[in-house]
């Protein structure tokens, strides 16, 4: 399996007895897949078999199809439908008198469905399938190339992402090795502050029960046993390809919960600035799973 993207853009063309078909197909980041498809007027029956072709080929991202019709003359057939036109115009009115709603202007009539319809509807029964055919074919050409630019997005992300890993697996090797002197800094610490406040010096029992319990306090072995496991179940991740976006998205969340808890433990200077620059750095993570599918 290969990573993807979730931006990419194609356009594919063909012409026939049925004229010229055009298709835009483009997409963009998203948390699940949403199909946003425009079609000319009189190929409804098509929606669905391209809605599928959509759902075969992605898992997230916003998609938008828009297919284009000309005739074979290259002029419009394009009319008004007056009747249509004075029906919606008719059921707006009452609310228009009353005050309620502004009138709609000629282009927001003219947007309304079954207000321009198509002359062109010679086409006979198989003229009609043969086109809508051939439509279904000329998206499914263009939602190859988006999907090939997804991928191409993705194969882009795979060491940005795995950058980012890297850094924090040396964040981590630095934290751990805070982390082993910890116990000993803490009782030095412990036992400086209590020389300076007694000057008769202190049980070394009790000094040595209070610095273990601050070092329990301030133990982050366990928050770095964790980055770990998240590192390697990253990584594995990126490696299976896409579908991973959300896991990996609910991973930095992960990462991003493990780092805080290491700041608040912290008790160094050194590993409170570690465990900021690991935040940092889990944030620009997530920024890049955003574009991942």
Excluded: W
């Excluded at 290259?74 to 919606?88: F, M, N, V």
């Excluded at 228009?96 to 469905?113: I, Q, T």
């Amino acid at each position: 399996m290969t990573l993807s993207g979730m931006t990419g853009f194609a356009r594919a063309e063909r012409s026939g007895a049925y004229g010229s078909i055009s298709v835009e197909a483009r997409s963009v980041n998203g948390k699940g897949l949403d199909v946003r498809l425009r079609l000319p007027q009189g190929l409804d029956t098509v929606e669905t078999p391209i809605r599928e072709l959509a759902k075969a080929r992605f898992n997230r991202g916003s998609v938008s199809i828009n297919v284009t019709l000309a005739n074979p003359e290259g002029e419009s057939a394009a009319r008004i439908d007056r009747a249509q036109l004075e029906a919606y115009i008719k059921a707006t009115q009452d609310l228009v008198d009353k005050g309620g709603v502004r009138a709609a202007s000629v282009g927001e009539l003219l947007a309304l469905k079954g207000v321009i319809t198509s002359e062109d509807t010679a086409l006979d029964e198989d003229e009609a399938k043969a086109r809508d055919a051939a439509v279904v074919e000329v998206v499914e050409t263009a939602l190859d190339d988006l999907k090939a630019a997804r991928l191409e997005e993705g194969s882009a992300l795979i060491s940005v992402l795995n950058g980012h890993l890297e850094e924090i697996t040396d964040l981590r090797a630095q934290a751990a090795q805070c982390a082993a002197a910890m116990p000993d800094a803490i009782k030095a610490r412990l036992q400086a502050k209590l020389d300076e406040l007694m000057s008769g010096g202190v049980d070394p029992d009790r000094l040595a029960q209070e610095a273990a319990m601050m070092a329990v306090k301030a133990d982050v072995r366990e928050e770095l046993d964790r980055l770990k496991a998240h590192i390697d179940s990253a990584h594995a991740l990126i490696d299976g390809g896409s579908p991973c976006g959300r896991k990996l998205d609910f991973l930095s969340q992960e990462f991003n919960r493990e780092a805080n808890t290491l700041c608040s433990k912290s008790a160094d200077t050194q590993l409170t600035n570690i465990g900021l620059a690991l935040k940092a750095t889990v944030d620009r993570l997530r920024e890049q799973v955003q574009n991942v599918e």
